[in-house]
């Protein structure tokens, strides 16, 4: 098969109104993303200079960790922690997008996810090959991702006290956590960006290799994806068995042989039901049979982020209570700051 032909069976893939709508989806956070690291970086900048720019709050969205501290904070003391505050409503509205769309926030939501997906699309024009890892191993380092998430949730949720969480938010260490990622990031060491590069290597061969076993935001997704009323559901009487949307499945989902697709691995993003050539066989519908609609998808994702967000801008809890004077004295001890002992 030629690299033209490759090309056009690959872009065909994604030549609907439900995937224009989720790439739509996608490309808006992913430009969220990046302004926001533009912004931060003139935040980085001016904190020692004389007109200070504004922190992004939504950076707090690489913060997941703090976030889910903040998490625990709300539910010991009703109230959210003023450190990151936006973490706080960035992962609950990422919860509610995953337990409404079933795990739809990796396909529609996470700039990681997209840049797995481009890999993916990028290795299937040049090399047309899936490589699989054997299933002994596969189901191995299918826990690791889940180990991971409950270490944290054991750590946070079950083995710190409340004020044990109170103190770690409170601390230095936490405040300017952020501005220690960025500086991770712009001055990174030879052996991260070996890890970095050996991870983008293996999501390149083999698809979402980050996702499908070391990203325990997506094992929390995940988790609250099976308690999800809306399911991909399979019409047997309709069905002609041609099995196209167990070969469109990225995750290698047997979709072929299911009648509701439930999964720890689908994310909803509907190229299993864009592949079926009959209609009204394969969709995405609620327990009790009603075909949930793409454009609810799309319309109800970015409603639910902005509604999280501006309630929270409403309410004075968005952005941080750090003054420009606080940064300029924290950010001198970066380099010494650790966890705190009691994490």
Do not use: H, M
């Given at each position: 098969m030629s690299l033209k032909e490759r090309i056009k069976?690959?872009?065909?893939?994604?030549?609907?109104?439900?995937?224009?709508?989720?790439?739509?989806?996608?490309?808006?956070?992913?430009?969220?993303?990046?302004?926001?690291?533009?912004?931060?970086?003139?935040?980085?900048?001016?904190?020692?200079?004389?007109?200070?720019?504004?922190?992004?709050?939504?950076?707090?969205?690489y913060l997941p960790i703090?976030?889910?501290m903040n998490v625990r904070y709300f539910l010991s003391y009703g109230d959210v922690h003023m450190a990151h505050p936006a973490g706080f409503f960035i992962i609950i509205a990422a919860i509610f997008v995953s337990l409404i769309f079933s795990k739809s926030f990796c396909s529609w939501v996470c700039p990681f996810g997209f840049l797995s997906e481009i890999l993916i699309f990028i290795r299937k024009i040049f090399i047309d090959k899936d490589f699989k890892i054997h299933s002994y191993l596969d189901l191995f380092l299918r826990s690791l991702k889940y180990l991971l998430l409950g270490f944290f949730v054991y750590v946070i949720f079950f083995s710190m006290a409340p004020n044990d969480v109170k103190n770690f938010l409170d601390s230095d260490y936490n405040k300017i956590s952020d501005i220690k990622m960025f500086y991770f990031f712009a001055d990174i060491s030879k052996t991260a960006l070996i890890v970095i590069t050996i991870l983008l290597i293996l999501s390149f061969l083999f698809n979402f290799f980050w996702c499908r076993y070391l990203c325990p935001y997506g094992a929390l997704m995940a988790i609250i994806g099976f308690i999800s009323p809306f399911k991909i559901k399979r019409n047997y009487k309709t069905c002609t068995q041609c099995k196209k949307c167990g070969l469109s499945c990225p995750h290698y989902i047997k979709v072929d042989k299911k009648t509701t697709v439930i999964s720890d691995d689908c994310s909803s993003c509907m190229l299993c039901v864009n592949s079926c050539p009959e209609k009204n066989t394969l969709e995405l519908k609620s327990i009790k049979g009603s075909k949930l609609n793409t454009f609810i998808i799309f319309f109800a994702v970015i409603l639910?982020?902005?509604?999280?967000k501006y309630t929270?801008?409403?309410?004075?809890?968005?952005?941080?209570?750090?003054?420009q004077k606080d940064y300029k004295e924290l950010i001198l001890k970066k380099d010494v700051l650790s966890h705190p002992s009691s994490f």
């Open positions: 069976i690959e872009f065909s893939k994604y030549n609907n109104k439900t995937q224009y709508l989720r790439l739509l989806s996608l490309f808006i956070f992913v430009f969220l993303s990046v302004w926001i690291g533009i912004e931060f970086y003139y935040f980085i900048n001016s904190i020692n200079s004389y007109e200070f720019y504004q922190r992004p709050a939504g950076a707090d969205a703090s976030s889910l639910i982020f902005a509604l999280f929270a801008v409403i309410i004075g809890k968005w952005d941080n209570n750090l003054t």
